[in-house]
């Protein structure tokens, strides 16, 4: 059965023009001083704000509203050493052997190597899943596969709200996606319609925590205007 739409009002809030500055600007002075960490303290992370967090992620638009993702939150310290060292027999080969010499040569600036000790640092990791189609129940009672549409850009949107949602929360992340995932699926036993996305260590830096120096883009260099 299709559902047709059903509207409501839309509740927007239309600011006036120094509070969409204030605001426009204190996100910005903010969102900058994100930095990718590699080096995590093993101190404590309040649960809620991992919660929230994916609250943001899960408020993201997405096609036809199917919300493709689902989020899996590691704690577990077996569960996490277990990760990690299936993620380094991966990323071990990937940069001993998969990886070509332009590609190891443009990680060169971020200093990384197929170590990944943060995965076990870090209070929490995050691996966010898409999946590549929806499954319901027909009327016979069997599974039948539901087409989802643009779940790639959708859960790249709804990355990108989580990891400024941490950081607006005072946590650190890093993006990682040791390559090939498929190992994160069958350790968290998730079903044959999810795919690893991204796995996101989340905690506070180490106090030594250091990163690597390298600049982003001028307005001018990512934006035409015409
Ligand atoms: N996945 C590997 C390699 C890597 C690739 C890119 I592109 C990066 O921006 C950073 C790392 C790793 O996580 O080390």
Not at 66 to 91: G, H
Not at 98 to 107: K, Q, Y
């Amino acid at each position: 059965m299709t559902k047709s739409a059903i509207f409501q009002p839309l509740d927007f809030d239309r600011l006036n023009a120094p509070e969409q500055s204030r605001r426009s600007e204190e996100f910005l002075r903010r969102m900058v001083k994100r930095r990718s960490v590699r080096h995590f303290s093993s101190a404590p992370v309040p649960l809620n704000l991992i919660e929230n967090a994916i609250r943001v992620a899960g408020s993201a638009p997405s096609g036809a509203n199917q919300q493709p993702w689902t989020f899996a939150v590691i704690s577990d310290p077996a569960l996490k050493r277990k990760i990690r060292a299936a993620a380094e027999a991966e990323e071990k080969e990937s940069y001993e052997r998969r990886m070509t010499p332009e590609w190891l040569a443009a990680l060169a600036v971020l200093g990384t190597d197929w170590r990944k000790p943060h995965i076990e640092d870090a209070p929490y990791v995050i691996v966010v899943f898409r999946q590549a189609y929806g499954i319901r129940q027909n009327d016979a009672g069997q599974d039948e596969r539901v087409m989802h549409y643009y779940s790639e850009e959708s859960v790249g949107i709804a990355v990108g709200f989580l990891l400024a949602a941490l950081h607006i929360s005072g946590l650190a992340t890093l993006t990682h996606t040791p390559s090939p995932m498929k190992f994160l699926a069958e350790i968290l036993g998730r079903p044959a319609n999810e795919r690893p996305y991204i796995l996101i260590p989340v905690g506070y830096p180490a106090e030594d925590a250091e990163v690597p120096v390298i600049s982003k883009k001028p307005l001018d260099e990512i934006m035409i205007s015409r």
